[in-house]
């Protein structure tokens, strides 16, 4: 059986995006890093979202979503307002008025160099994940700052992980600490929901 080298992934270059939706009764965004365009002639693009996400079943029941396109200047904070909690226990947007696209969707009012606004036309199952193939509906240039890719996150806006002398394990893609001897298996990491695959050990 061929040797798969799960760390080959991590070289292949994503970008850093907020995706927001609206459940009917609150605006609500996460960071996805897996959005790509399929074909121009239609315009359509993909999104892929972990099911355990709210945002994903939010998505599936009303079908449109906008894709906010982050730069190099944004903040941690923003990767943890919308990264690290959940939209159904929290209001992500609470003590703001974001801009509204013709969906009626939020645009985030700093740090995206674009937007762009997409209608569900297929959905694939895939497992733990669900794909969303869009048609997009509306698009806008906001800056001409620089997109923020995945690797400049984790080299330039990431905290770096501080020393610690406590058993453990350490998220790769978000910095969450898991504190033990041992791994669980199964385990899923309760900020961004990737599983052990992405976890590593503290030396």
Not at 29 to 41: H, P, S
């Amino acid at each position: 059986m061929a040797n798969i080298n799960t760390k080959a992934l991590f070289n292949i270059s994503y970008g850093l995006y907020v995706v927001t939706s609206n459940d009917g009764n609150k605006h609500n965004g996460i960071i996805v890093n897996t959005v790509m365009q399929l074909t121009d002639t239609p315009n359509r693009v993909a999104v892929c979202i972990n099911k355990m996400n709210y945002s994903h079943s939010v998505i599936k029941e009303k079908g449109i979503m906008n894709v906010n396109c982050l730069t190099e200047g944004t903040p941690f904070e923003t990767f943890k307002r919308f990264g690290f909690q959940s939209g159904k226990d929290v209001n992500k947007f609470e003590g703001e008025s974001p801009k509204l696209s013709e969906n009626g969707l939020a645009v985030l009012n700093e740090n995206i160099n674009a937007f762009i606004s997409l209608k569900v036309a297929n959905y694939v199952d895939l497992d733990t994940h669900g794909l969303f193939i869009c048609d997009v509906t509306e698009a806008e240039i906001i800056s001409t700052e620089k997109a923020v890719t995945y690797t400049y996150y984790q080299e330039n806006i990431k905290p770096k992980n501080k020393e610690t002398k406590k058993k453990g394990y350490v998220c790769k893609i978000c910095g969450y600490v898991y504190e033990g001897e041992v791994l669980p298996d199964d385990f899923i990491c309760p900020w961004c929901k990737h599983g052990v695959s992405d976890f590593e050990e503290i030396k």
